[in-house]
């Protein structure tokens, strides 16, 4: 049997999707991506907007990058004239929809930076998704004072 085939059939039989060896293109999309850069060893804030072009709802479930020793999914969370940060496992992203990461909303926590950031560059953060899909952007770092892309 060619090896095509033994992997159509082990997707099959695992009740993985078949999209991955037809060919099908990305559903998931990222945009607008920019992370606010803190002083010294302070965590980052990543925004951007995550864009669903499938016909189902998709997860956002991770973020990474080899700029930062950990990147986290949080939602800032306010109750009266208290807001605090929790963090979140996954966030749906809508069919034929999207989700903005803004300040005071959902965003990436960026922490552990590798190097200082420095603002005018762009670090890239790569984004899972319950299908399997990966999406890379590359990411403007702003400064400390920035609310809006």
Sequence with gaps: MKTSHKLLLAALLSGSSIQAFAGAAATTSVSDCWI?????????????????????????????????????????????????MAMVDQVAVP???????????YHVML????????????VPLTFSFSDGEKVTAACMVKSAGTMAP
Excluded: C, W
């Design 36 to 84: 606010r850069a803190l002083p010294g060893n302070l965590p980052s804030g990543g925004y951007f907007k995550a864009s669903n072009a499938g016909d189902q709802p998709v997860n956002l479930v991770g973020v990474s990058s080899g700029a930062f020793g950990m990147a986290m999914l949080h939602q800032t969370q306010s109750q009266g004239s208290t807001s605090s």
């Design 95 to 105: 069919a034929h929809g999207s989700l903005v990461f803004a300040p005071g909303n």
């Design 111 to 122: 922490e552990q930076p590798k190097q200082p950031l420095k603002i005018g560059t762009t």
